[in-house]
Structure formats: structure tokens, C-alpha cells
């Protein structure tokens, strides 16, 4: 054996003869024996590979609408998988987060056509589902680009816009709040602390309500100086600290989760979560205020708290390598929890609005794994089309329904939506405005 190729495969057994593993799981990765399908599913007929295409999806979370975009936004009826509607738009930044609301009928995006001058972006677009027009534009600059936040229960789009938070009519005609971090200062716009797992949280979160955000900031001048969590009240438009009350150094915030009622706040830390009782915001907390969960991970300790469940009862929160577990919030405890494999820990993470369902996409088997967030247990696996195949895969964009029983997928080999309970094809997302997929080549 050549020495080069020799040291590839020495440097790719360390891990696993580090962790006193089998380290032939990297020579002959099966299939995972549950699952029914291996490769193509057989048992769907060419005519329901849905030719769809997007890179990012997400239901609103009344249940109207499931909304796709990559080359343009399209709506479809989230029971049925009919397309409503084709909204051409030039759309910007994939790492933004895609917001739309139903109640509002807004779907709120950035465009990325720039300028002539290479000077200005188009801003954010804010575009009408029932008929698909541009209901308006919040302007940005090319430096400064706005970043969508979400839309608040009130009717206005929130977003970063600058150095500041900023709210504003769906129409874009009116700028209505502006606030400004605290002196010294910097509002996290993007990302979390954590990026080993995809998922959707960002280092702000928005309360289900829209009164609330949740933000970090930083110390602009000392970019090693942990982030700190901050509240803003967008009724008043004030904006308050956080206090962690235990006099721990947690090494800074990053997730943050509200709970239905908005009455608990989880913050997600370096070595741990911090669940906190809304209503003190300045000053000494006492303890009854806030119970501190540390992180338990032997690599990572760090806990990002994804979703309340069980009517507010109990807390599914992400750890290092797809550890999934489910927190009584009461006590701190751990009610469930679910790991992966040793060889497929790299993944993306979703959760349905109402915390009962977690979809764990698995990259390296290429398949969906479905939670229960209640009781943070497996319920059992989902294939869109093809599934179980250690192959190199490519992600697979998907979002998940308000109520976990819906999943819908799109990838390089089909879009529909599917059943997470029976992992049975709904309906296939077809978008009569692109040609059929073609056929598939036999394995």
C-alpha cells in the first residue's frame, strides 16, 4: 500500500480506535436494518417523483401554507401538496431565515438582485401569498444588508437593518420602531454559537406572539468577550439584560426558545441551558426564577434549546453530535433522549411548532428520523424516495408541519410531502412550470 494512502486510512481510524470502536464501520456501513427501504423505494411509481425544487421550505405556523424557495417562491395548500401559486422573485441570502405567516399572508425574503453599481441590494421583499405580488420592500444597503426576523402577531416584519433592530408596516411604506443595542455593543444578527448540527435557530428568537426577542450582543471592540442576552419589548420598545443568576461562567449565550405562553424563556449556553421565568428582567433573580441544565455531552457540554412541548412542560434541546434529548422543565431532568450511531452524528435538526415531532435528517445513512418530543423517544424513520445508503449524499431541504404529522422534502431525486407516522407518500410536489424529472437510472 502506498504510504500517502496508507496515512489517509491510518487518520480515519484514529477516531474510532480512540473511542474503542469497531473500525470496520468505515470499511462496510450497512444499512440500518429497521427500515424497509434501501436505495430507491420501490414502492412509488416514477409518475410521483415530484419535480419541484427548492432549498428551503417551512409551513406557517397556523397551517395555511407551505411555502418553497429557491429560483422563486412557490405556495402550496399544505394538506394536498397543490401548487397555489408561483411568486417569480430573484431571492438572496440561503442563510437567512425564510419567513412566512399566515395570518398575515406575507412571506418576507431577501432579493439579491444588486444594483448596476454593484452598490445597493434590493433589500427585503415582502410579497402577498394569496396573489403572489410584492406588497412592498424594506430598503438596505450592500454593506448593511436587512436580515428577516420574523413578523410580529401586531402585523409588522421585523429586521435587523444596520446596526439595529428596526420593525416596519407589510407594506413597507413605514418604518414604525428603531432600537438601538446599549452602548459598546453589537445586535448578533445571524448564526448560533454552535454550528455542528444545521438547524433552524439563530442567536435571536422571536416569541410565538411576536411581543418578544431574545437577542445576544457583543462587545464590538473585544470580539473574545462572550455574548450577552438581552430582551427587547417591541409593545414598548425597550430593551433590557438578561441576568444568569447563578454567578456561573457559562462561557456566553447563543439559542434561545420561548415557551407557548411565553411565560419561560430558555437560553442556550456553552455548557448547558438556562430555563428562566419570564417577568424579572433588572436586578438580582432569585432562584425560584430560573433553574440552570448542565450539558452532559463527553465531547461538547453545550445545549441549544430547540422547542417547548407537552403544553409547556417539557423542553427538547439540541446537543453536540445529534444529541437529542427532551427536559422535564419543572426539575431539569432528562425524560428521553436519543443518539445516533458513532459513524453518522453529522446531520440537520427541525421541529414541529408544537414540539411534538422532531425530524433529524442523518447524513450519512441519508435518512429522515422521526422524534417524539414529548417523551424523547424514536417513533420510527421517514425515506423521501431514497433512503439507507451510505453514499455520499447531498442534503435533503425539508420542513416540517405545526403539528410534526407532515413533512415535506425536495432533493435531487424527488419533492413531496409525506406522512411521518406511516412514511407513505401524501402527494408529490409538482410545479407545472418545470419539465418532468427524468427518469431514474437503474442501480
Request: charged share 20%; glycine share 12%; proline share 7%.
Amino acid at each position: 500500500m502506498p504510504f500517502t494512502r496508507l496515512l489517509t486510512v491510518t487518520l480515519l481510524l484514529l477516531p474510532a480506535l480512540a473511542c474503542g470502536r469497531d473500525p470496520r464501520y468505515l470499511m462496510e456501513k450497512k444499512p440500518i436494518a429497521e427500515v424497509r427501504h434501501m436505495g430507491f423505494r420501490q414502492d412509488i411509481p416514477e409518475s410521483l417523483r415530484g419535480n419541484a425544487v427548492f432549498d428551503r421550505a417551512v409551513f406557517t405556523r397556523e397551517g395555511h401554507y407551505l411555502v418553497t424557495a429557491g429560483r422563486g417562491i412557490r405556495v402550496w395548500d399544505p394538506g394536498t401538496g397543490a401548487l397555489l401559486r408561483t411568486i417569480s422573485a430573484n431571492l438572496g441570502d440561503g442563510n437567512d431565515l425564510l419567513i412566512a405567516d399566515g395570518t398575515h399572508h406575507r412571506v418576507l425574503a431577501r432579493q439579491s438582485a444588486p444594483a448596476a453599481d454593484g452598490t445597493k441590494a434590493n433589500g427585503l421583499g415582502l410579497w402577498d401569498l394569496r396573489d403572489g405580488s410584492l406588497a412592498g420592500v424594506i430598503p438596505d444597503s450592500y454593506e448593511d444588508p436587512a436580515i428577516p426576523v420574523g413578523i410580529t402577531a401586531a402585523g409588522d416584519a421585523v429586521v435587523f437593518r444596520g446596526r439595529q433592530l428596526e420593525t416596519w408596516a407589510l407594506n413597507g411604506s413605514e418604518r414604525r420602531q428603531v432600537i438601538a443595542p446599549p452602548e459598546g455593543l453589537q445586535f448578533c444578527q445571524r448564526g448560533t454559537a454552535n454550528h455542528v448540527t444545521y438547524n433552524d435557530k439563530q442567536c435571536f428568537e422571536l416569541s410565538p406572539s411576536g411581543r418578544w426577542l431574545a437577542v445576544t450582543a457583543w462587545n464590538a471592540a473585544d470580539r473574545t468577550a462572550a455574548p450577552r442576552p438581552f430582551e427587547i419589548d417591541l409593545a414598548r420598545g425597550t430593551l433590557s439584560p438578561i441576568p444568569l443568576t447563578d454567578g456561573g461562567d457559562h462561557g456566553g449565550a447563543s439559542g434561545f426558545a420561548y415557551s407557548a405562553d411565553e411565560r419561560t424563556l430558555a437560553i442556550g449556553l456553552q455548557d448547558g441551558m438556562w430555563i428562566r421565568a419570564k417577568g424579572v428582567t433588572e436586578g438580582p433573580v432569585g432562584e425560584q426564577s430560573g433553574r440552570f441544565v448542565a450539558g452532559d455531552h463527553k465531547r461538547n457540554r453545550f445545549l441549544t434549546p430547540m422547542g417547548f412541548t407537552a403544553h409547556d412542560t417539557r423542553l427538547i434541546a439540541l446537543g453536540d453530535q445529534l444529541q437529542v434529548s427532551t427536559f422535564d422543565v419543572a426539575d431539569g431532568t432528562v425524560v428521553g433522549r436519543v443518539l445516533p450511531p458513532f459513524e453518522d452524528w453529522e446531520g440537520v435538526f427541525r421541529l414541529s411548532a408544537d414540539g411534538s415531532r422532531a425530524i433529524v435528517y442523518r447524513f450519512g445513512a441519508d435518512i429522515l428520523v422521526v422524534l417524539d418530543g414529548v417523551r424523547g423517544t424514536q417513533r420510527g424513520f421517514l425515506c423521501p424516495y431514497f433512503c439507507n445508503r451510505f453514499h455520499n449524499p447531498v442534503e435533503v431541504p425539508y420542513a416540517v408541519s405545526p403539528d410534526g404529522r407532515r413533512v415535506a422534502s425536495g432533493g435531487r431525486l424527488g419533492a413531496g410531502l409525506w406522512d411521518t407516522d406511516a412514511d407513505t407518500l401524501i402527494a408529490p410536489l409538482q410545479d407545472p412550470t418545470r419539465a418532468p424529472r427524468p427518469p431514474l437510472t437503474p442501480e
